[in-house]
Structures are given as structure tokens and as C-alpha cells.
């Protein structure tokens, strides 16, 4: 069975500092990974997709980047951290087909910056 | 550009009503639309996913159904128990070729024992 990881749980980091968050899918290949933030009080803000190794589609524009390594991988950067990029980061993968793409979310990483 | 509202934000019940949580979306030029549950500081769980040319999908108490043309989908729930508290989003995607899913900022269900 398919299972996504994301680490750490949570972070705390001054503003300026930099960020990494890293997601892992296992049980699956090629699949079409997503970065979400979801603010409080807002909905789920697609960040960055990606449907394959270092292809990566940025939708919204920001001090944030992303990067996909490897087929099952997908890591969320930042340089220098702003206060506004405090908020719940989540991963999720999905298929083009069979599962009809139905979005698989990993736990999220809770991210305070001060 | 596709915009997603759910109302009511929040919805409290008491434990064995049925109920129905809506969503609305302005662009009726969906590719397809999934209903999650998000559990408090949790990620999001998939319930249904009804492709445009569906009318319905049903997984045990939970039936979803989507009017495309005047732009809604309803998540209906029946008898609720408490374990059901959570908050439902809905998301659609827009036309084949694009991953990008609109999502609503969800509606917060309690179920009251």
C-alpha cells in the first residue's frame, strides 16, 4: 500500500532563517506530487506541483521554492523566512489514472516563524 | 477564475440526524470534484471523488452528488455520529491538463452525543 511521509512535524524558526520540509511517497511510482499551505481561517493554497523529476510548476509567486530530487520526493525550500509564511504545510500525491486521481494528503508540517 | 464556498462554516448536530453540507463553485467547467475530511492539526483524508460525468458517488453513509450546471455538489451524511466531527472540504480541478485543485475553506461539523 501507497504511504507519504512528511517531516518534521513541526518547526519553529526566526524570521530570515532558511526552511527545507521534505515529503517521501512510498508504494507507488511517478506519481503527481503537490505542496498546499493552509493559513488559519483560509483554505488549502496550491504552492508548487510537480508530474515529474526536476519538473516543477509554481502557482503562486513567493520567496518559497521547491525541488523534486528524486521520482518519490519532494522538498519545500525558503532562503530567508518571513512571518507570513507561518501556517500548516501539506504534501499529497496522486495518480493520472486507476484511482481516478483521487489526492492522498501526507500528516503536514506545522510551521511558526518568529 | 474558479472560486469554491462552502456554507455553512461551521454546523453543529446532534448525534443521529442526517445532514448536508454544500458546495458551491463559480465555473461549471470542472474536470472533478473530491469531498476530504480534515481531522483537527491532521492532513486531509479522500471520502469521494465524482468525475464531471458522474451525478453521484455513495461509500457506506457518506453520498456525494455534483450538478455541474448550476455549479453545486452536497455531501450528505447519514446518520451522524459523533466520530463524524471534523471539517469537510470540497476541491474541484479544473479541465484535463492542469493538477491544480480549488479548494473550499471547509465547513466545521460537530456532532453532539
Known amino acids: 500500500s501507497q504511504t507519504i511521509h512528511q517531516w518534521p512535524a513541526t518547526l519553529v524558526q526566526p524570521v530570515g532563517s532558511p526552511l527545507s520540509l521534505e515529503c517521501t511517497v512510498e508504494g507507488t511510482s511517478n506519481p503527481n506530487l503537490y505542496w498546499y499551505r493552509q493559513a488559519a481561517g483560509r483554505g488549502l493554497q496550491l504552492l508548487f506541483y510537480?508530474?515529474?523529476?526536476?519538473?516543477i510548476s509554481s502557482e503562486v509567486p513567493q520567496n518559497l521554492s521547491a525541488s523534486r530530487p528524486q521520482d518519490r520526493q519532494f522538498i519545500l525550500s525558503s532562503k530567508k523566512l518571513l512571518l507570513s509564511d507561518s501556517g500548516f504545510y501539506l504534501c499529497a500525491w496522486s495518480l493520472l489514472a486507476g484511482v481516478g486521481e483521487t489526492q492522498y494528503f501526507g500528516p503536514g508540517t506545522r510551521l511558526l516563524v518568529l | 477564475k474558479q472560486e469554491v464556498t462552502q456554507i455553512p462554516a461551521a454546523l453543529s448536530v446532534p448525534e443521529g440526524e442526517n445532514l448536508v453540507l454544500n458546495c458551491s463553485f463559480t465555473?461549471?467547467?470542472?474536470?472533478?470534484l473530491q469531498w476530504f475530511r480534515q481531522d483537527p492539526g491532521k492532513g486531509l483524508t479522500s471520502l469521494l471523488l465524482?468525475?464531471?460525468?458522474?451525478r453521484e458517488q455513495t461509500s457506506g453513509r457518506l453520498n456525494a452528488s455534483l450538478d455541474k450546471s448550476s455549479g453545486r455538489s452536497t455531501l450528505y451524511i447519514a446518520a451522524s455520529q459523533p466520530g463524524d466531527s471534523a471539517t469537510y472540504l470540497c476541491a474541484v480541478r479544473r479541465t484535463s491538463g492542469t493538477y491544480k485543485y480549488i479548494f473550499g475553506t471547509g465547513t466545521r461539523l460537530k456532532v453532539l452525543a
Open positions: 465555473d461549471s467547467a470542472i474536470y472533478n
Open positions: 510537480s508530474v515529474g523529476i526536476g519538473q
Open positions: 465524482i468525475q464531471s460525468s458522474q
